[in-house]
């Protein structure tokens, strides 16, 4: 891949041809959308603009600015980073490499948590490992009332997590801990709570080498990195999670294909929740599974 500037990219759409092969050759699948997306960003114009100020010539820092996108996308960093953006549950969040980028099979976990119905004014929710913020500020903006408590380890991924709050209307629905699972909690004296939700890291330490460039090169690996089975801090969560839930209070974890059922019996056998209930994925995955706590 040649990032430098072919002979004729004078012109916003001679920049676009040009943008396109680059993708397309460094194997971006989506590389005609992508460059769109991404030109439209370093020329500070809306899609349609592209065709239609094709003609346009552009200037020196115009040109530099997209052939430093196109090249970082080539590199295989991830779209939504490049853009700063990812949607989720139809908010824009804003994404650093600071946070998981949020996935479309986390918006499940946030579905179940509105469709429970239990949760009055003044019910807390608990986001662990909330990294973008992504599912504590979307249960904040359609539940205003219950009270959120957020905890990451990360002070760079909960920085983004509040500028994402701010930006939607709910910073001050939300309160921020730093500190490792449940630990924060103890420290802020809140006791048993309604609800602990959380995407916690899920890969097992084998599988990382195989993940795709944008994940393994990219993405925090504390986010997504659990250990050598994938499933330490669902086991982790379940033990940890139990002194803090009211009896019937529930612990509503996503997990990665084919290990709901490997949870499922480790709660089981460590005792304590029951009955437990499995959550689908539109592909048919169990993804979340909901461990409510025996009174
Ligand atoms: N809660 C965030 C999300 O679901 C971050 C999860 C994580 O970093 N493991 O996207």
């Given amino acids: 891949m040649s990032a430098r500037a072919p002979a004729d990219a004078k012109t916003v759409g001679s920049l676009a041809g040009w943008a396109r092969t680059v993708l397309w050759d460094a194997g971006i699948e989506n590389a ?6 991404l030109l439209a960003q370093a020329l500070g114009l809306r899609s349609h603009e592209l065709a239609t100020g094709a003609e346009r010539p552009l200037s020196s820092a115009e040109w530099s600015r997209a052939r430093s ?3 970082r996308r080539a590199a295989r960093e991830p779209l939504q980073y490049l ?3 990812q949607e989720f549950c139809g908010l824009d969040f804003q994404v650093t490499p600071a946070v998981l980028i949020p996935r479309l099979e986390t918006e499940l976990l946030v579905q179940e948590v509105i469709r429970l119905g239990t949760l009055r004014p003044g019910s807390i ?3 662990v490992g909330t990294g973008s913020g992504c599912v504590a500020v979307t249960v904040a903006t359609i539940l205003p009332d219950v009270r959120i408590v957020a905890v990451d ?4 991924a909960l920085a983004v997590a509040r500028a994402n709050a701010a930006k939607h209307g709910v910073a001050d629905k939300i309160e921020w801990l730093e500190g490792d699972l449940l630990a924060p909690l103890s420290e802020k004296g809140i006791g048993r709570v309604d609800v ?7 890969i097992a330490e084998a599988d990382w080498a195989g993940l795709q460039p944008e994940i393994r090169l990219f993405e925090p690996r504390m986010a997504l990195v659990s250990g050598p089975q ?3 801090l669902h086991e982790r969560l379940l033990r940890e999670a139990q002194p803090f839930l009211l009896a019937g209070g529930l612990l509503m974890m996503e997990a990665g294909q084919g290990q709901a059922s ?5 709660a089981e056998r460590a005792g304590g929740y029951g009955p437990l209930r499995t959550v689908e994925d539109a592909a048919g995955i169990e993804r979340i599974l909901i461990a409510p706590r025996l009174g």
């Fill in 125 to 127: 929710v608990v986001d």
């Fill in 196 to 202: 602990i939700v959380s995407n916690p890291p899920y």
């Fill in 230 to 232: 994938g499933t330490e």
């Fill in 262 to 266: 490997v949870v499922r019996r480790i």
């Fill in 32 to 37: 005609v959308q992508e460059a769109q997306w």
């Fill in 83 to 85: 853009l700063g953006m």
């Fill in 69 to 71: 996108l196109i090249a």
């Fill in 153 to 156: 380890r990360s002070p760079a």
